[in-house]
């Protein structure tokens, strides 16, 4: 009896024991150094400034192209942190045993000094980096920063596709079964004792030959064969010289799976003319060397891969790398990148799709006229913090429907043509 009690107690005692080791390790690893400050001025002030110079290359809680920064208070000094912010090489060339490992762990990638960064900012930085909200990171990677989803209102073409598949299937269905419904009564009729007119019915109600035959059947089948070989025809017409899903191998098998993908490197970081003018920008091979410079390999195996020589070649002979475009609309036509992403607010992938899994860029869209305008009818515009939209937002308060981007001249010939 008292072995029996003293054995169910046993794991009771333990899982008491092991929840307050738990607790023990839980609130040791998530204490930062008393030094840095939690309060929400210093953290919103800290995030600004890692946006703007570290959210490149690190993460808060996952190792990106540098080390996840959480908790690095804890595992360094604040001075030691300090220096290595402010000009990491100097760190490492003084040989600080620390700052030498986790240089050589990230195969020697050198980062960039921030010598222009004050004491309060960075301290400013470290109370982001440790207590900055942990749902952030899920929403960087989201890639949703205040934008608004586009084409939102309306319901896409494809899906009154297949609305109207389904219903003419459930017709079919009805009528399968009306069928059916027909062919059970005149068989049960048939066993029954009729008169000779109300037999002549049933049998003539059954014979379907000659509806075959009949020259309303033949007329309704002729138009409708007619109708789709026309449309088929269009479709074609209204596509021919449309690029969709052009695919060209490019002369460096550079990677957006690999780069905006896994490492998360923001589109800007590269495509720099996104946000302030007509055209993305393709990058120079400078800015691959920001970081070729010194990975110069996948993995961190030895010697340089192939791929990343070619990087190096163009450096070299300081020659451009011959990328091959993919988009490319004719010139008759006008397209602004800055007055979609940064003013519309429309995200790449609308247009682009999924460029972050794609190991090779393809067309995504058609690029073709009626995408523009479909888009420009469906789709709102962002007026909320654009003064220049206020006045318009005023006069348009009287309509139930929001201000789409056709009501501010988006149908308009002459906004897309020269
Ligand atoms: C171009 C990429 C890049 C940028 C931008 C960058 N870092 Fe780094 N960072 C790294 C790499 C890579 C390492 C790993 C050490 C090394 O290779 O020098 C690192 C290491 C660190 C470490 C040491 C972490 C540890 O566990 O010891 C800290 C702290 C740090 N970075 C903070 C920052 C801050 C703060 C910013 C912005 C002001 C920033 N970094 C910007 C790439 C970058
Ligand atoms: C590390 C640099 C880098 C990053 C980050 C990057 N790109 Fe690119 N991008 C390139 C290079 C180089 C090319 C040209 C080679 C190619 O087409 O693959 C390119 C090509 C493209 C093209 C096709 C351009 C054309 O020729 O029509 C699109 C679209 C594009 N990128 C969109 C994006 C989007 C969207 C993101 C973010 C999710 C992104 N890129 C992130 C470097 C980058
Ligand atoms: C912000 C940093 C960064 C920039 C900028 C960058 N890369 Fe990379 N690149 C990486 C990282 C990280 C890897 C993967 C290394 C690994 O997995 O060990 C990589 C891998 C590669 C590889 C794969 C090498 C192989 O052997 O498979 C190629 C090719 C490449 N990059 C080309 C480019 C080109 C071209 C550019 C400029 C348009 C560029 N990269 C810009 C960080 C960068
Ligand atoms: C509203 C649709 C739309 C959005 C949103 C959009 N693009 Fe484009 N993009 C285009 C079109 C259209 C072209 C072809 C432009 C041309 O040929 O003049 C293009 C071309 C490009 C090119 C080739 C170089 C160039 O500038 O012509 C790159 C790179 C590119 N886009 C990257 C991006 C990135 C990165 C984003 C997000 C920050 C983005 N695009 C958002 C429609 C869009
Ligand atoms: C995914 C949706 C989308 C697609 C596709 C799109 N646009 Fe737009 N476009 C917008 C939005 C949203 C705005 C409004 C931006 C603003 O508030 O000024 C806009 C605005 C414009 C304007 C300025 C209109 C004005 O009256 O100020 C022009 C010009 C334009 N787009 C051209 C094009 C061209 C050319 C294409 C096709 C190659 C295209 N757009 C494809 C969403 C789109
Ligand atoms: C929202 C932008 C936009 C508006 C508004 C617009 N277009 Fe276009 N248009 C385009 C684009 C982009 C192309 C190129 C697409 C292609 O080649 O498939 C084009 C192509 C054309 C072409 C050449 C077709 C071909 O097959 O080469 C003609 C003609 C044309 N547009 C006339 C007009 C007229 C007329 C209007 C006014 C009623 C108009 N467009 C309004 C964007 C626009």
Not at 389 to 398: A, C, F, I, P
Request: charged content about 20%; proline content about 3%; some cysteine.
């Amino acid at each position: 009896m008292s072995i029996k009690r003293s054995l169910t107690s046993v794991p009771l005692k333990l899982s008491t024991l092991l929840m307050l080791f738990f607790l023990m390790l839980g609130t040791q690893v998530f204490a930062a150094n008393p030094e840095v400050s939690d309060s929400e001025e210093a953290i919103a002030a800290g995030k600004s400034i890692f946006n703007a110079n570290c959210k490149t290359c690190h993460k808060l809680d996952q190792k990106s192209v540098g080390p996840a920064l959480r908790g690095v208070t804890d595992r360094r000094s604040i001075d030691w942190t300090k220096k290595f912010i402010r000009n990491s090489q100097a760190l490492i060339a003084s040989g600080d045993a620390q700052a030498v490992a986790i240089y050589n762990e990230f195969n020697q990638l050198v980062m960039p000094n921030h010598e222009f960064l004050s004491d309060d900012d960075l301290m400013n930085l470290l109370a982001y980096v440790e207590y900055g909200d942990k749902a952030d990171a899920a929403v960087a990677s989201a890639g949703g920063e205040g934008s608004v989803a586009a084409g939102g209102a309306g319901i896409p073409s494809e899906y009154l596709t297949i609305i109207l598949a389904v219903l003419v299937i459930v017709l079919l269905l009805i009528l399968i079964v009306l069928g059916l419904i027909i062919s059970i009564l005149t068989k049960y009729l048939k066993t029954q004792p009729l008169d000779e007119a109300d037999q002549e019915f049933i049998n003539q109600k059954s014979d379907f030959k000659k509806v075959f035959r009949s020259d309303a059947f033949v007329i309704i089948i002729t138009a409708l064969v007619v109708a789709l070989v026309v449309k088929t025809a269009l479709d074609e017409l209204y596509t021919i010289g449309v690029q969709q899903g052009y695919a060209p191998k490019q002369p460096i098998a550079f990677s957006h799976q690999l780069h905006a993908g896994q490492y998360e490197i923001p589109c800007q970081y590269c495509h720099t003319g996104v946000e302030i003018g007509k055209s993305a920008n393709i990058p120079s091979a400078n800015i691959c060397m920001n970081c070729h410079m010194h990975i110069q390999n996948v993995g961190g195996k030895d010697g340089i891969s192939p791929e990343i020589a070619k990087i190096y070649a163009a450096v070299d002979e300081n020659k451009p790398i011959e990328w091959v475009r993919v988009h490319n609309l004719p010139d008759l036509s006008y397209f602004n990148h800055a007055q979609h992403v940064a003013v519309g607010g429309v995200e790449c992938q609308t247009c682009h799709g999924p460029i972050e899994e794609m190991e090779v860029v393809y067309q995504h869209s058609t690029l073709t006229m009626g995408w523009c305008i479909d888009c420009h009818r469906q789709t709102s515009i962002r007026t909320e913090g654009n003064e220049y939209y206020d006045k318009l937002v005023q006069l348009h308060s009287g309509s139930k429907n929001a201000l789409k981007v056709k009501d501010i001249g988006g149908l308009e010939c002459a906004k897309c043509h020269y």
